[in-house]
């Protein structure tokens, strides 16, 4: 096993940037220490690009760099950067006044989202220490899944981009002195272990460059191998982490559970070498395109007793779950591999344009949602896990070439954006619910009403913000954020962490006692992103792709 990089070389990639920017290491980063949490460290005074060159720049910088400079220096260099720039899409619709405005407003929505990931963590930390999940209102454990420490997997890359230095290497030194695989004799998610577990390690590995994230992700992944060891290509739901064992056998899977696999898996083996990884997920998500024959947009239930990849005809159409993240992931794939295999974008610009054809519902007041077909009819429930198609099509509407954009995709990502805001503008406590319907009686006032009224701490109406803003660098997506981030503070916040919340529609809801570890892997996450300065140079998109837990995962060039 490869050591950690403790002692005179922690942290060392920040201490190679610091002789860079001019800055003293051993105040850079660890002058954390013993600051209260509503004071922001040193660095985090600067300009957002001081702390982006230790992610971007990592693999390239000498080990043992010495730092040196002049801290003020540097300040006054990062300052400068700031001032100049902004990208040029946002100043061809902002002026500089107004967008340096959004960032002092921004400031405090900052604070408070990294202060809300410091208490989560702490409230973990103290109470439930190496557990899956925290409880947050009695503390100690949640609920178990594979007692691997899921939270410290789903947290690590959270805690870097904040600049949480001593959070992220208590994790890290969790994840190389206990981390482990085989404590329960239980079958698991393979979706959920995929994209949490995996892709919580691989970013961690991406950003930090150290090996033993990298260890530990082809470790896991090693061991969820034998689900994928059956016809027709798809993996059995399930795996024995414990016994390198396939799950029990079911009569069906759904299109996000085959087909949300191989950003994580390639990238273990685009860092490793071995292929057999790759191989495998790309076997099913292959089988997940051959079970549509063709069509743009797949049933999304899959069949998973045949010979051949075949759907269950009946099964809804659908962007949203159960298929949502296969979408996602057409489009993230080919972005990832550095935009070398063009079979998935085309796939994914196909299914774009029948979802807008086919799959989109309006309120009476022009509120647009992206539904499914059931039985032949449009569904008029919607649920919020749907929102993160805004930020799906305003992000490929930047990355893909000119040519390849229909104009109409950043038109709906505006509107969906905004209507998916709107389920949580329009209720009582400021928070969505997970699922709502879509009004079309004509009565004034009357467009929306919660069907199931939980809030589960969901990230994706953070998500379309967060990709709006980042493209858009409109003020307004920062006050929506703002909005979400005071009233998850206001409701959710517990002892221990913050909870979910069992009705919406009231002011003061009952907490249900449930802090999901995507709590802090994507919502706070894209909230705080949405905050910074310039979250370009905090993290790159030309650089990263985040798979569907928010996991940034470098891209790889050809």
């Not at 922690?10 to 800055?23: D, I, N, T, V």
């Not at 970013?203 to 191998?225: D, N, V």
């Not at 221990?496 to 907490?511: I, L, N, Q, R, W």
Request: hydrophobic share 40%.
């Amino acid at each position: 096993m490869t050591p950690m990089w403790f002692g005179h070389r922690k942290w060392q990639l920040a201490s190679c940037l610091a002789s860079l920017a001019g800055l003293s290491a051993s105040h850079s980063l660890s002058s954390m220490e013993g600051r209260s949490a509503d004071k922001e460290p040193f660095f985090e005074l600067l300009s957002e690009a001081t702390r982006a060159v230790p992610i971007t720049l990592a693999a390239a910088l000498p080990a043992g760099m010495a730092a040196s400079g002049s801290r003020l220096a540097a300040a006054k260099a990062a300052q400068g950067r700031r001032q100049r720039d902004f990208p040029e899409a946002w100043l061809k619709k902002f002026t500089r006044a107004e967008l340096e405005a959004s960032e002092a407003e921004a400031g405090k929505w900052r604070k408070m989202t990294r202060a809300a990931a410091q208490h989560a963590w702490k409230g973990y930390k103290d109470t439930a220490w190496g557990s899956d999940e925290v409880q947050p209102v009695t503390g100690g454990p949640g609920r178990t899944w594979a007692d691997c420490g899921l939270q410290i997997l789903d947290a690590l890359d959270t805690l870097w981009l904040m600049g949480l230095e001593r959070e992220f290497e208590d994790g890290a030194r969790w994840v190389e002195e206990s981390l482990a695989f085989d404590h329960v004799a239980q079958t698991m998610s393979v979706f959920e272990m995929t994209i949490r577990a995996v892709g919580g390690l691989n970013a961690a590995h991406s950003l930090s460059g150290r090996p033993i994230f990298l260890q530990k992700a082809e470790e896991l992944a090693a061991r969820m191998l034998p689900a994928f060891t059956r016809h027709p290509g798809y993996p059995t739901k399930s795996v024995d982490l414990k016994h390198r064992a396939r799950g029990p056998r079911s009569e069906h899977t759904t299109v996000a559970d085959a087909g949300t696999l191989q950003l994580e898996f390639r990238y273990v083996s685009q860092q490793t070498g071995n292929q057999t990884y790759a191989r495998a997920a790309d076997r099913s998500m292959r089988a997940v395109e051959a079970a549509g024959m063709g069509k743009p947009l797949i049933p999304s239930e899959l069949d998973v007793n045949g010979l051949l990849p075949s759907a269950i005809p009946w099964s809804s159409i659908t962007v949203g779950p159960p298929a949502d993240s296969f979408y996602e992931y057409l489009l993230k794939v080919y972005l990832q591999t550095g935009k070398t295999e063009p079979e998935w974008k085309d796939a994914w610009i196909s299914a774009m344009e029948q979802m807008l054809k086919q799959l989109t519902i309006k309120s009476d007041a022009g509120l647009m949602f992206v539904t499914g077909i059931a039985s032949g009819i449009l569904e008029k429930q919607v649920s919020t896990l749907s929102c993160f198609v805004g930020g799906m099509l305003m992000y490929g509407s930047r990355q893909l070439r000119p040519e390849e954009v229909d104009p109409e995709w950043a038109v709906a990502a505006e509107l969906i954006t905004e209507s998916c805001y709107q389920t949580y503008h329009r209720e009582p406590s400021h928070l969505g619910p997970e699922t709502f319907f879509v009004i079309q009686n004509g009565i004034e006032g009357q467009n929306l009403e919660a069907s199931n009224s939980a809030y589960i701490l969901r990230p994706e109406t953070a998500e379309s913000i967060f990709y709006m803003f980042y493209y858009t660098g409109d003020p307004k997506y920062r006050r929506m954020a703002g909005e979400i981030i005071e009233a998850i503070d206001r409701n959710c916040k517990t002892r221990f962490g913050f909870s979910a919340v069992e009705d919406v529609t009231m002011a003061s809801p009952y907490k249900t006692g449930s802090m999901e570890t995507f709590f802090m892997a994507e919502t706070l996450k894209y909230l705080y992103l949405t905050f910074v300065p310039s979250p370009q140079e905090v993290l790159d998109l030309d650089e990263f792709v985040l798979n569907t837990e928010a996991h940034p995962i470098r891209i790889v060039r050809p």
